[in-house]
């Protein structure tokens, strides 16, 4: 029986240590965390950190594995192809993985290869990022480099704040190193977010989507996605070629890419952050309904090195997904979704259970579950997206 090694057991990762067990494979599991569900579903648990890369490689060589995912992980991903270089095994480059998953050194590329990049600094210590707070062009948004979920990030229109943004990014950047960059005024409402699959070196999906993020307590932390996106076809295209672009440069060859860019009012592309995994808050679920296919299905393969034969097209023409979250801190009790909400909803997924406890959703990884919803227009899912609030309360003791 061929092995997965999979780098992350957390309720988002179940489904693909779940789908890995259906198409037959036998499934390995590696989480830092002693509570992690995924490693009561696979076939075998190693209480190991996903971003300790020799300590992963000591567990995949015992295991002799056949193939390894970071699914729906940034700090992962590198981990995953570093270990199958290292053995041989299907991957994408290492070292554009690295690339990706390390913000000050994908804005380089960015530079280097003719892209659209917003001007951008990296810092390796406070008090060099302070030195900078009255040179800088604002408004600017500060993040650690190597972060996911907006975890750690701020806009700023002015110099107020900044030493405590500082402090925050640095807070959340396991390399020790922040960036601090030039805030892109969009042409659209919205910002452009989703996944797109790659197969033999071009997109086969284009999972391309509207952020929404008007209910979350913190504006920057992802509280949804809308498809389609409200682009006209020229911008549409421009997104399009610039992502198949950077695939193309960076040899990438098969598997989920999380997307998140701009267009600003000159028409440029800015491609803010591209993750080389699947997107969190289960977009290839989402996506999965949308196309009629089965991503997670589609990824898993892809790390096995297996063809893939799917053959998307548009199942769902207007679909999206809400985080539900609270604004305060408490202890769960239940959710209530009103009957008008509940026709449009076709999947939910809960991640607490009565008495646990919950904090302010000001970062992505304090979500209380997702909910997938479907639509008959445009017109429909935009008014109820906006008004969810009225729909769906979350009730704490």
Same mark, same amino acid.
């Given at each position: 029986?061929?092995?997965?090694?999979?780098?992350? $057991?957390?309720?988002?990762?179940?489904?693909?240590?779940?789908?890995?067990?259906?198409?037959? +494979?036998?499934?390995?599991?590696?989480?830092?965390?002693?509570?992690?569900?995924?490693?009561?579903?696979?076939?075998? &648990?190693?209480?190991?950190?996903?971003?300790?890369?020799?300590?992963?490689?000591?567990?995949?060589?015992?295991?002799?594995?056949?193939? @390894?995912?970071?699914?729906?992980? *940034?700090?992962?991903?590198?981990?995953?192809?570093?270990?199958?270089?290292?053995?041989? /095994?299907?991957?994408?480059? +290492?070292?554009?993985?690295?690339?990706?998953?390390?913000?000050?050194?994908?804005?380089? &590329?960015?530079?280097?290869?003719?892209?659209?990049?917003?001007?951008?600094?990296?810092?390796?210590?406070?008090?060099?990022?302070?030195?900078?707070?009255?040179?800088? *062009?604002?408004?600017?948004?500060?993040?650690?480099?190597?972060?996911? %979920?907006?975890?750690?990030?701020?806009?700023?229109?002015?110099?107020?704040?900044?030493?405590?943004? @500082?402090? &925050?990014?640095?807070?959340?950047?396991?390399? !020790?190193?922040?960036?601090?960059?030039?805030?892109?005024?969009?042409?659209?409402?919205?910002?452009?977010?989703?996944?797109?699959?790659?197969?033999?070196?071009?997109?086969?999906?284009?999972?391309?989507?509207?952020?929404?993020?008007?209910?979350?307590?913190?504006? /920057? @932390?992802?509280? !949804?996605?809308?498809?389609?996106?409200?682009?006209?076809?020229?911008?549409? *295209?421009?997104?399009?070629?610039?992502?198949?672009?950077?695939?193309?440069?960076?040899?990438?060859?098969? $598997?989920?890419?999380?997307?998140?860019?701009?267009?600003?009012?000159?028409?440029?592309?800015?491609?803010?952050?591209?993750?080389?995994?699947?997107? %969190?808050?289960?977009?290839?679920?989402?996506?999965?309904?949308?196309? $009629?296919?089965?991503?997670?299905?589609?990824?898993?393969?892809?790390?096995? %090195?297996?063809?893939?034969?799917?053959?998307?097209?548009?199942?769902?023409?207007?679909?999206?997904?809400? @985080?539900?979250?609270?604004?305060?801190?408490?202890?769960?009790?239940?959710?209530?979704?009103? *009957?008008?909400?509940?026709?449009?909803?076709?999947?939910?997924?809960?991640?607490?259970?009565? !008495?646990?406890?919950?904090?302010?959703?000001?970062?992505?990884?304090?979500?209380?579950?997702?909910?997938?919803?479907?639509?008959?227009?445009?017109?429909?899912?935009?008014?109820?997206?906006?008004?969810?609030?009225?729909?769906?309360?979350?009730? /704490?003791?």
């Amino acid at each position: 029986m061929k092995k997965l090694l999979l780098l992350g $057991g957390s309720a988002q990762q179940v489904v693909a240590i779940e789908t890995a067990k259906y198409l037959g +494979y036998y499934t390995v599991v590696c989480d830092y965390l002693t509570d992690n569900p995924g490693q009561y579903v696979a076939d075998k &648990f190693y209480l190991v950190s996903t971003t300790d890369k020799a300590a992963v490689l000591d567990v995949a060589q015992k295991e002799q594995i056949n193939g @390894v995912i970071a699914y729906a992980s *940034d700090p992962a991903a590198p981990t995953a192809a570093y270990v199958a270089e290292q053995m041989g /095994l299907p991957t994408n480059p +290492y070292k554009s993985v690295d690339i990706l998953c390390n913000k000050d050194k994908f804005r380089k &590329f960015l530079l280097e290869n003719g892209f659209a990049c917003p001007t951008a600094k990296g810092f390796s210590n406070r008090e060099d990022a302070l030195a900078e707070k009255e040179s800088l *062009d604002y408004p600017v948004i500060i993040k650690p480099v190597d972060s996911s %979920g907006s975890k750690g990030v701020t806009i700023l229109h002015t110099s107020d704040g900044f030493e405590a943004a @500082v402090d &925050f990014a640095f807070s959340f950047s396991r390399a !020790g190193r922040i960036i601090v960059e030039k805030y892109i005024v969009r042409k659209h409402e919205y910002l452009i977010g989703g996944d797109i699959f790659v197969n033999d070196g071009k997109v086969m999906i284009w999972g391309l989507m509207n952020c929404f993020r008007t209910h979350s307590p913190n504006p /920057l @932390v992802p509280g !949804g996605k809308i498809f389609p996106a409200l682009l006209n076809e020229d911008d549409l *295209d421009r997104a399009k070629a610039t992502l198949q672009e950077l695939v193309t440069k960076l040899q990438i060859k098969s $598997g989920c890419m999380n997307v998140e860019l701009d267009i600003d009012k000159d028409n440029n592309v800015y491609l803010l952050d591209i993750g080389p995994r699947a997107g %969190g808050n289960m977009i290839p679920i989402q996506l999965s309904a949308i196309f $009629g296919v089965d991503i997670v299905e589609m990824s898993v393969l892809a790390a096995m %090195g297996e063809p893939i034969s799917a053959e998307p097209k548009v199942v769902i023409p207007y679909c999206s997904h809400y @985080v539900l979250h609270s604004d305060n801190d408490g202890v769960y009790e239940r959710i209530d979704f009103s *009957d008008e909400i509940e026709k449009n909803i076709f999947r939910k997924e809960l991640y607490k259970k009565p !008495g646990d406890a919950v904090e302010r959703f000001d970062n992505a990884a304090k979500a209380l579950g997702i909910i997938f919803l479907k639509f008959a227009s445009a017109e429909e899912m935009y008014d109820k997206m906006n008004r969810m609030k009225e729909f769906v309360r979350v009730v /704490l003791k």
